[in-house]
Nanobody, 124 residues
């Protein structure tokens, strides 16, 4: 079992930054790839970023590439999403998720543990 709790969301002006954190509990955290997804009102949940079990590989959605950075600290059982140059279209509920596998997946179906989500609102 893995439990995930996100924090760090909030309201920020366009061009600003936020850092999301996701604290995990569970013995298998360090052996799983982790991901961030987001869901805006009226839209489907979409992939944002993912990181392999070791942190050696990362992947990003084209819409956030160059602005967001995913990282993990396995000693602290925590994954982070640093979000810079935020845009109003980044407004969504952000979810962290733990994969069934060690390697990166862009598909939500590969993730079997999810946090409750944290709201990010970017004003123009």
């Amino acid at each position: 079992q893995v439990q995930l709790v996100e924090s760090g969301g909030g309201l920020v002006q366009a061009g600003g930054s936020l850092r999301l954190s996701c604290a995990a509990s569970g013995r298998t955290f360090n052996s799983r790839a982790l991901g961030w997804f987001r869901q805006a009102p009226g839209k489907e949940r979409e992939f944002v970023a993912a990181i392999s079990w070791s942190g050696g590989s990362t992947s990003y959605a084209d819409s956030v590439k160059g602005r967001f950075t995913i990282s993990r600290d396995n000693a602290k059982n925590t994954v982070y999403l640093q979000m810079n140059s935020l845009k109003p279209e980044d407004t969504a509920v952000y979810y962290c998720a733990a994969s069934r596998a060690t390697l990166i997946s862009l598909s939500a179906f590969s993730y079997n543990y999810w946090g409750q989500g944290t709201q990010v609102t970017v004003s123009s």
